[in-house]
């Protein structure tokens, strides 16, 4: 599969996840004209972190990225426009191809199911990111990411690679660590979401006797 390639420094993309984005250098807009003339079904974006050696400035495709469903695009009087990408599958990058002023690349696409002999695992896995979420989801409100409404949403079993990938995409991480988060597979990704979920709700219950502090206006 032939993809073109959108390289941020700080932006990780997750299968099922939406991802707003701003187009506005002149390579990427063209690339967005180019995908606005094919049939809705084919506008795939690969979405891959980049990062830059500090000693010599040479710059790295990390990989997997995700391909991204152009799902909703608004644009600008100026040329630039506001996008939204449904992230739909992980890939490998086989080869780039040239020809464009932005990068294309012929693609791999790479599993993201939960297999079937796992179920007992897979519930296991649903049952611990509910119950270390919710509490964060409690304690941060929309801060966190995500809310009670959107575990709701998210809870049934069959929707367990959505709970995933949204907690994932959900969760103010550092790029680097989200890029970790997206090599693995499905269930070490649900066993490693759950481990920082729970970090985070330890820490949000130990500041707990502290935070009427934060809204006193004579200790600001």
């Not at 187009?23 to 809705?40: K, S, T």
């Not at 990408?85 to 599993?111: N, S, T, W």
């Not at 079937?116 to 304690?139: F, K, M, Q, T, Y």
């Amino acid at each position: 599969m032939l993809l073109p390639i959108f390289p941020l420094p700080n932006v990780v993309h997750f299968p099922g996840a939406p991802l707003p984005l701003h187009v506005f250098e002149p390579r990427y807009r063209q690339l967005i004209a180019d995908l606005l003339a094919r049939p809705a079904a084919d506008r795939h974006i690969g979405m891959v972190l980049v990062a830059r050696d500090a000693d010599t400035g040479a710059v790295e495709l990390l990989e997997p990225g995700t391909a991204g469903l152009l799902i909703g695009h608004e644009p600008l009087e100026d040329g630039r426009s506001d996008i939204v990408l449904l992230g739909e599958f992980r890939f490998v990058i086989e080869r780039e191809v040239e020809g464009k002023p932005y990068r294309q690349a012929v693609v791999r696409r790479l599993a993201d199911d939960a297999p079937l002999v796992a179920a007992e695992e897979i519930e296991r896995l649903r049952g611990e990111l509910l119950d270390a979420a919710l509490p964060v989801a409690r304690e941060s409100g929309e801060r966190c990411g995500f809310s009670l409404d959107d575990l709701a949403a998210l809870a049934a079993p069959d929707r367990f690679p959505l709970l995933v990938n949204r907690l994932a995409a959900a969760l103010d991480l550092p790029p680097l660590r989200k890029q970790m988060l997206l090599a693995e597979p499905l269930l070490e990704r649900a066993a490693s979401l759950a481990g920082v979920l729970r970090s985070r709700a330890r820490v949000l219950e130990a500041l707990r006797p502290y935070r009427h502090l934060a809204s006193d206006p004579e200790r600001q």
